[in-house]
């Protein structure tokens, strides 16, 4: 148990990717802050975490709201006595164009993807500072961060944007022990959140037609095979442990080879 005794706060803990991580990291001894923007998700992800025996609590939080950010952080030292990893994972999707999106829907996908990192970021830095705690933030970005993705142009501008977040970030805090990196997922095997919003009593609803959109995914990625929320979980766990002391200012891909794939090769004909 790599994480035992340490204190983690995920954000954007749904029944998919954010759920998995706080699970993999309940699993490696962490106990856990789980936030969501709905109530449902914060608190179904930390009674799944309890219910096996691990420590959690919910809060629920606008990450782009200052106090309620501070109010987040603040929860993990009333809860737990500090704080030691923070995983940025908040986002939305609004797959819209730079010809088709409203000001307003970009402004609020760039704001809880970027602006709820800077904020946590903050806040969660400094909570680690005061504690003196050497702590852990892993950004959660995305595919879509690293290519030119069409209509879904906000969504991978902010994405590209966490990249050079966590790099900064990295240099800044390198010297107060905190180390900061990120994780790339690509586009994940909904099975598994599937079955996990089904063990939540909760519902997972996806669009017409996602099946055949998964098969193209999987057909398409170099490995044949798409990852999921356990497998970002197991690579978040070996970011915040002492197995990565050395490592700042990474990204770590767990994307089943899609981004170092050569554009014009077929991985169904190799």
């Known amino acids: 148990m790599r994480l035992q005794g340490k204190v983690a706060l995920v954000t954007g803990t749904s029944a ?44 629920t939080c606008d990450v782009t709201d200052e106090d309620q950010v501070k109010a ?38 760039v704001d809880i993807i970027l602006t709820g990192a800077f904020l946590f970021t903050k806040f969660g830095a400094a909570a ?18 690293h290519q030119g993705e069409p209509g879904n142009v906000a969504y991978s501008t902010a994405k590209g944007g966490l990249l050079n977040f966590t790099r900064s970030t990295a240099m800044e805090l390198v010297g107060r022990g905190i180390r900061v990196n990120s994780v790339t997922p690509t586009a994940t095997d909904p099975l598994e ?28 990625i170099p490995m044949q095979k798409l990852p999921t929320p ?25 994307d089943a080879g899609a981004v170092a794939r050569y554009w014009a090769w077929n991985p169904e004909k190799r």
């Open 16 to 59: 998919n990717i954010g759920g998995g991580i706080a699970e993999v990291l309940a699993e490696h001894g962490a106990s856990l802050v789980c936030v969501d923007a709905m109530e449902r998700n914060a608190k179904a992800c930390a009674a799944a975490i309890v219910a096996t025996g691990g420590r959690a609590v919910a809060v």
């Open 72 to 109: 987040a952080v603040s929860a993990a030292t009333e809860a737990f006595g500090g704080l030691d990893i923070l995983v940025n994972n908040a986002a939305i999707f609004n797959k819209k164009g730079v010809i088709d999106m409203p000001v307003a829907e970009w402004r609020r996908q």
């Open 193 to 220: 959140a599937i079955a996990r919003a089904e063990r939540w009593g909760s519902e997972m609803s996806l669009p017409a037609g996602w099946e055949g959109r998964i098969e193209n995914y999987r057909r398409g």
């Open 128 to 145: 680690m500072i005061e504690g003196a705690r050497r702590g852990a933030i892993i950004n959660i970005v995305s595919t879509a961060g």
């Open 230 to 254: 356990r497998d970002y979980g197991q690579a978040v766990a070996f970011l915040a442990s002492d197995d990565a002391a050395m490592i700042t200012g990474e990204d770590l891909r767990v």
